[in-house]
């Protein structure tokens, strides 16, 4: 029974990762928190409903639209939002965000309607044994898609050229300016990518959740606070907080009722300002008091 | 010798005597400035006040205005802490709720006065506000931000879980009594303007006293403020106590402008959202920001009432651009160049010898 | 006489930097006391441990003969201990009038009571006015009331950050290279000031300072650190004749 609430947990935890790691992908380049992070998934089910049902396109090619579609709407943000005003100081950013979340939650209402829709691809519910926990396919499936993800991030941080460079920006954007980094693309990229990731989420969780505007809200939260465990700059940090909610929530619906399920998350962040002040990982951009 | 030196004391005692009456100009000046600011202010309270009697307004009206009125006090909460202590919370919708429950419940469970109500509201907001000061303020910007947000997430998980808090089904009030007499529309309307006179008042006087200067220190300069004797902690919690029981306040009359509580609204962490965009838009560092931004953000849906989804799309799109073209906000852009050509007054009756550049725009 | 703040053997660790290394000192009450030593020798991170900006890892500071070794940088300003930044730190965007009243926090009294204009409260704020006036007047800051302070040329904002300083009302004021990119007239007139306070205002003064001719004629005692430790201590008379500081510092400067 433990186990099989933590293989669950880790199956949810892994599904905020990705929302984390793009949150933290975005913060890290350009000191911007996006709120419309979880919209980006949002458009790209809605997205998916319509290349299923009425270009009945099959679940690869769907997925494939999808990201890239998700893709062209963070470098679109990125170009004609966040550039103007990217010299501001990080509330202004913050609260730019917020206004792109209005619009594309209105567009998607006005669009689509505010009702729940159900995604066209039902979630695999066939139990599969791991480890002697029974665990369902279409989680499994989630989990593995996620690790992928996660992996080719990785390869990009660590091996590519480009990915060195996003880092270089990252820790000091005039010297990499200096050096000859294209910053501006860099930061283009980096709404991009934001936006593929947020393509898989919003394929991978429509089943599990439905499709409607509000659809990402409390995900996005969650995907926040884990970021915040991480201390915003470390992807590893993200994913382990990540984990750990998921973990956590899954027992505490398991042994305490599932009304208390969302509200872990923001005791977890509590109790680990309590005692560990620095973050999981170490909070670089802690207030002394 | 002695001459001399007899003359250049005079000298200095003119030079003195001149400072001193220039000095006083200044005073007499800022004074007039005080004044007219209050002029100002008292016109809008006199004519809010006595809006109800022109018999083209309707019942409706004063109930959409108490509604505006309400945010307007909520983003005035906020205005102290993001504009004066450089603060920011996205969590303050959770206060909005903790001020409506607390009074709701004292009404329904001990039927109490509405004025008890909103005192109550103020102080529970106000206490739970310092608690959780004393937690987020280990975080800074963006990471408080998050935090907060996380908590109006939680206290809408709280009332709609915990069956003392009737979240499902929401708790609605017969009616309201204020000092004993049951009020309506423009009771209700009377009584809401009271408070944001007062609210007004208070945020006035905290500004221009010893306390916001210290949280304006905070704001602008860590170190300097801290070599000047400003305890970071505890004025920045007294700064988020504030902020949180003014939001109280708002919570309490917003339970009873409607007469019903639910959790539903006030899990939508988005309220909380509303808010600070409220504080954005109209601006954080004068008090005629919050007036602005609370109208729009109340206005804007109630225009667009059966297009729910265009208003939230103007919503963003008049965020983004008062972002991109009046990053100050709106209320700048009208007080901005009135506030020049004051200083400027100041400046060169005060006597400057210096050469400035005019402030930038930003 | 009795010393107004000393410390003992102070240790200051940066990762595995040493910065300071069991450095001792102390002001006596009513003097101005000189802190010099060559560029990196620690003394503004002396200074800092000083005003408690610093944590350290051992050695403590005395204030009146009490420990505040427990103290935070507040404390020390309601102590009576006020204090200067090398880089100017004021509040640029706010007046000069407003920077040196926020200097005066510490005489504010209770802010609950501040801010809801208590009787008392005001009158309160009409003395940290008047006292800020009173301060322009001295520091010759007095037709820039009303200026903003980003708009001052350096000199001015040197000048301002003193105000600020001695807004809070001191007995000890610690000044981190009050003369630094100041110009000649301007550092005469700071000398002046930095006299005008000493004695007619009854503060003692403990300053870092890297021009020699200013430390020299201003000082009544000075300490000398190199390398973070104590190199030599006394008048600058005797300063000047330590054939060891000499060699550290003075040499070429003053003994050409």
Known sequence: MLGQQILSGLATGSLYALTAIAVVVVFRNTRTINLAQGDFAMVGAFLGIIFLKEWGMNYFAMLALVVLCCMALGGFVERVVMRPVAESDWLTLFTTTIGVYYILHGMAGWIWGRDTKAFP????????????????????????????????LWTFFTKTKQGIAMRAVTDDPETAYLMGIPVKFIVTLTWVMAGAIAGFIGVLMAPIIYVSPEMMDEILIKGYVAAVFGGLYSFRGAVIGALMIGVAENLAGGYLGSHYKTSVAFVMIVVLLAFRPQGLVGIQERREI | MSINNNQNTDIQANQNEETRARISTVKNLKRRFVRNDVLAMVLLFGLMLIAPLFPSVKGWMLSQ????????????????????????????????????????????????????????????SGLIGAGLALIFLRLSGAFMAIGTLGFAFFVGTILNNIPFFQGRDGILLDANFVLGFEIYDHGFYLVSVVCLILVTLFVYMLVNSGTGRAFMALRDAEKAAMASGVNRLKFRTLAFSISAAITGIAGALNAHVVNYVSAEVFADIWYSVDILMAVVVGGSVAILGPFVGGFFVVMMPFYFEQLADFSFIMKGVVLILVLRFAPAGVAELILRPLKNARRTILRNVGGSMVETKEPKDD | MTDHLRCEGITVKFGGVVACDNISLNVETGKIVGLIGPNGAGKTTLFNVLTRFQPYVAGSVFHNGNNVDELRPHDMVHRGLARTFQNINLFREQTTLRNIMTGGHSLIGNPIKAMCWTPDARKREREIEERAIEIAEILNLSGELENEVGNLP????????????LASKPSLLLLDEPVAGCNDDETAELQEIIHTVNKKMGVSVLLVEHDMKMVMKVCDYLFVINFGSNLAEGTPEDIRQNPEVIKAYLGEEEHT
């Open chain 1, 121 to 152: 691809v039902s979630f695999e519910a066939t139990p599969v044994e791991v480890f002697g926990a029974l665990i369902s396919k279409g989680h499994l499936y989630n989990m593995a898609i996620a690790l992928l993800i996660g992996g080719v």
């Open chain 2, 65 to 124: 205005a108490s509604l505006v009125i309400i945010y307007i006090i909520a983003a005035l909460g906020v205005m102290v802490l993001v504009g004066f202590t450089g603060l920011v919370s996205v969590g303050h919708g959770g206060f909005l709720a903790i001020g409506a429950y607390t009074s709701a419940l004292l009404t329904l469970h001990l039927g109490v006065d509405l004025v008890v109500g909103i005192i109550a509201a103020l102080l529970m």
């Open chain 3, 154 to 165: 350096y000199g001015y904002q040197k000048r301002v950050e003193l105000g600020r300083a």
